[in-house]
């Protein structure tokens, strides 16, 4: 983990590395827990290492993933029709993923407004996410917090991590 400080310039990074991007599994605004004062944290997704311990396995594989939270389900079905590989079905009302036929595709995240299931890691540039993170700037100037990335690997694409630090 890493943890800067509160001073976040959009012209620390060069112009040429704004379209590089990288999937974000997600930001976590007011925490305490990642260093001084309040911070706000940038969960990246991707991490090589595959830890047994690690706190945040879903930001392991670097690409997205679909979340689903039975105890969110409203058991509404509009999830089953919209999967293009029927890789999911009903068990007593609650949605079931075939994780061998899902494609991660998103369709059934997009109809479900119990926010049940979620696609799980968005792609954001280093401009989108220091855009995230300026949101943040007064909170940070009154805590001394600041910014914490983690993940996955928040190093795991190195040149990233230096731009958007």
Partial sequence: MISIDSKIKTDSYKAADRSDSRLVLNITRMTIHNGPGMRTLILF????LHCCWCSTPE???????????????????????VCPVDAIHLVDGKPVIDRSLCNA???????????AIE????????????????KDDI?????????????????FKTDFALNLL
Avoid at 45 to 48: A, D, I, L, R, V
Avoid at 62 to 79: N, R, V
């Fill in 45 to 48: 997704k991707g991490c090589p």
């Fill in 105 to 115: 595709c998103g369709k059934c995240a997009e109809v479900c407004n119990a926010k």
């Fill in 119 to 134: 696609v799980l890691g968005h792609r954001m540039t280093v401009a989108q996410l220091i855009a995230e993170v300026k």
């Fill in 139 to 155: 909170i940070f100037k009154y805590s001394h917090g600041g910014v914490t990335i983690s993940g996955g690997e928040p190093l």
């Fill in 59 to 81: 930001s392991q594989k670097s690409e997205p993933e679909i979340g689903l939270y039975p105890a969110k389900c409203i058991q509404c079905g509009d999830c089953v029709p």
